[in-house]
């Protein structure tokens, strides 16, 4: 019957385990051990663990289990592995099936964090990676070759929110034998399923709206029952990057209000990207269902709603950008997103700044960008800080 139930409803009680207590909220079980009864227990444990059995928290918990269970339940995937970061997440889904000599196509605005993964730490274990411009169909189909075992992308990038057409893409790799990798945080697994558009394997840094409230790192690695636990968990259990029991019950309670705060934060950033477009400060406002985005028709495709991200390119450059950060009142400055709190970063100055000038420039990174992360308040309170800003830039 849980396999019929709606979003909400999973999102509320998929995954669910009552311990002898009964009790209504999720336990948080914070031990790293489990106690066998006698010593036969314990080896018939270590051949074979049974669905209600544990072992080691780094090889998993109850309280781990809950929250994969509910995230594959809402994905409609057969398994997931929860991890102490989005990082830690996409290293493993990444590294746990490559070998030297394996070529992996990736598009190239990533996170980065990814980049570094893929040029710094793969590169260096004979991995060749080709780096492509992610919405360019023509520039996946040329550089997949029959030995690209692997296809990562993020589908819609950051911060200047390009969309990539994961069925396209997914199709083109697949001719070739590819396994497909989606980092699909900034579509949430609210307004997108990548699955079902043909991903293999589906990341998340949970850090970002399912947490939603700032306070843990996690991330969540989903997919089929044969990679999930045949070629991830090994990696994963034996090389020490899984979710701690206490976040994963944070991120269990975050799963609770997921759709209601995306669908939320979403509506109010579609909003102000639609009243402040056109400003006369602003050279751009980038949001994936505005119609002046030039893929807004793969994002009504792809997507339920455009995120709840939004980002604005100011005509002064740096300074003018400077200028709208430091007058602004209610939206923070820092680095997340997702989060209950509206949240603007300068990516050229902090999150992009290692990339070399002329990589920025290729990104679309212009020194007068301001990345918005939209939030849980008053939408019209937003707006007019928003505003507000503007006029002082
Ligand atoms: C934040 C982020 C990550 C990394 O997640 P952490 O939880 O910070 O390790 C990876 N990919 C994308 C797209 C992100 O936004």
Same mark, same amino acid.
């Given at each position: &019957?849980?396999?019929?139930?709606?979003?909400?409803?999973?999102?509320?009680?998929?995954?669910?385990?009552?311990? $002898?207590?009964?009790?209504?909220?999720? =336990?948080?079980? %914070?031990? $790293?051990?489990?106690?066998?009864?006698?010593?036969?227990? =314990?080896?018939?444990?270590?051949?074979?663990?049974?669905?209600?059995?544990?072992?080691?928290?780094?090889?998993?918990?109850?309280?781990?289990?809950?929250?994969?269970?509910?995230?594959?339940?809402? *994905?409609?995937?057969?398994?997931?592995?929860?991890?102490?970061?989005?990082?830690?997440?996409?290293?493993?889904?990444?590294?746990?099936?490559?070998?030297?000599?394996?070529?992996?196509?990736?598009?190239?605005?990533?996170?980065?964090?990814?980049?570094?993964?893929?040029?710094?730490?793969?590169?260096?274990?004979?991995?060749?990676?080709?780096?492509?411009?992610?919405?360019?169909?023509?520039?996946?189909?040329?550089?997949?070759?029959?030995?690209?075992?692997?296809? #990562?992308?993020?589908?819609?990038?950051?911060?200047?929110? *390009?969309?990539?057409?994961?069925?396209?893409?997914?199709?083109?790799?697949?001719?070739?034998? =590819?396994?497909?990798?989606?980092?699909?945080?900034?579509?949430?697994?609210? #307004?997108?399923?990548? #699955?079902?558009?043909?991903?293999?394997?589906?990341?998340?840094?949970?850090?970002?709206?399912?947490?939603?409230?700032?306070?843990?790192?996690?991330?969540?690695?989903?997919? +089929?029952?044969?990679?999930?636990?045949?070629?991830?968990?090994?990696?994963?259990?034996?090389?020490?990057?899984? &979710?701690?029991?206490?976040?994963?019950?944070? &991120?269990?309670?975050?799963?609770?209000?997921?759709?209601?705060?995306?669908? =939320? &934060?979403?509506?109010?950033?579609?909003?102000?990207?639609?009243?402040?477009?056109?400003?006369?400060?602003?050279?751009?406002?980038?949001?994936?269902?505005?119609?002046?985005?030039?893929?807004?028709?793969?994002?009504?495709?792809?997507?339920?709603?455009? +995120?709840?991200?939004? +980002?604005?390119?100011?005509?002064?450059?740096?300074?003018?950008?400077?200028?709208?950060?430091?007058?602004?009142?209610?939206?923070?400055? +820092?680095?997340?997103?997702?989060?209950?709190?509206?949240?603007?970063?300068?990516?050229?100055?902090?999150?992009?700044?290692?990339?070399?000038?002329?990589?920025?420039?290729?990104?679309?990174?212009?020194?007068?960008?301001?990345?918005?992360?939209?939030?849980? *308040?008053?939408?019209?309170? %937003? $707006?007019?800080?928003?505003?507000?800003?503007?006029?002082?830039?």
């Amino acid at each position: &019957m849980s396999n019929d139930w709606n979003a909400r409803t999973k999102l509320v009680h998929s995954g669910s385990r009552r311990s $002898q207590y009964n009790e209504v909220s999720e =336990a948080i079980y %914070l031990t $790293q051990g489990f106690v066998y009864d006698t010593a036969e227990d =314990a080896e018939a444990r270590f051949i074979e663990t049974g669905p209600d059995e544990f072992i080691y928290a780094r090889y998993g918990n109850p309280t781990v289990r809950m929250f994969e269970d509910r995230i594959a339940a809402l *994905e409609g995937c057969e398994d997931a592995f929860a991890t102490a970061s989005g990082m830690a997440a996409v290293n493993a889904a990444l590294t746990c099936g490559l070998k030297a000599g394996d070529h992996v196509v990736a598009a190239r605005a990533l996170f980065g964090s990814c980049l570094y993964i893929l040029q710094d730490v793969l590169a260096r274990f004979g991995v060749q990676v080709t780096l492509v411009d992610g919405p360019d169909l023509d520039a996946w189909r040329g550089a997949l070759r029959s030995d690209t075992r692997l296809v #990562f992308f993020e589908s819609i990038s950051n911060p200047t929110l *390009e969309l990539i057409d994961i069925k396209a893409v997914c199709d083109l790799a697949h001719a070739v034998g =590819a396994l497909v990798v989606v980092d699909n945080v900034f579509a949430t697994p609210i #307004f997108s399923n990548a #699955f079902e558009l043909g991903a293999d394997v589906v990341v998340y840094s949970t850090t970002k709206h399912i947490d939603g409230q700032g306070r843990c790192l996690g991330g969540v690695v989903l997919g +089929s029952r044969d990679f999930i636990r045949g070629t991830l968990e090994p990696y994963l259990k034996h090389t020490g990057g899984s &979710m701690s029991p206490f976040n994963a019950w944070v &991120m269990l309670k975050g799963m609770e209000t997921l759709d209601l705060r995306c669908r =939320a &934060m979403a509506d109010s950033a579609m909003r102000i990207a639609q009243a402040v477009q056109g400003h006369e400060k602003l050279a751009r406002v980038i949001h994936p269902f505005l119609d002046s985005h030039p893929q807004v028709d793969l994002a009504r495709r792809q997507m339920s709603k455009g +995120s709840t991200m939004l +980002s604005l390119d100011l005509k002064g450059g740096q300074a003018a950008a400077f200028r709208f950060l430091n007058a602004l009142e209610i939206i923070i400055i +820092s680095n997340n997103l997702g989060d209950a709190k509206s949240i603007a970063t300068h990516p050229a100055t902090t999150t992009h700044q290692r990339l070399p000038d002329a990589q920025k420039a290729e990104l679309g990174i212009t020194p007068g960008l301001v990345r918005i992360s939209i939030g849980l *308040e008053d939408a019209d309170d %937003l $707006q007019r800080d928003i505003l507000n800003a503007l006029a002082a830039a």
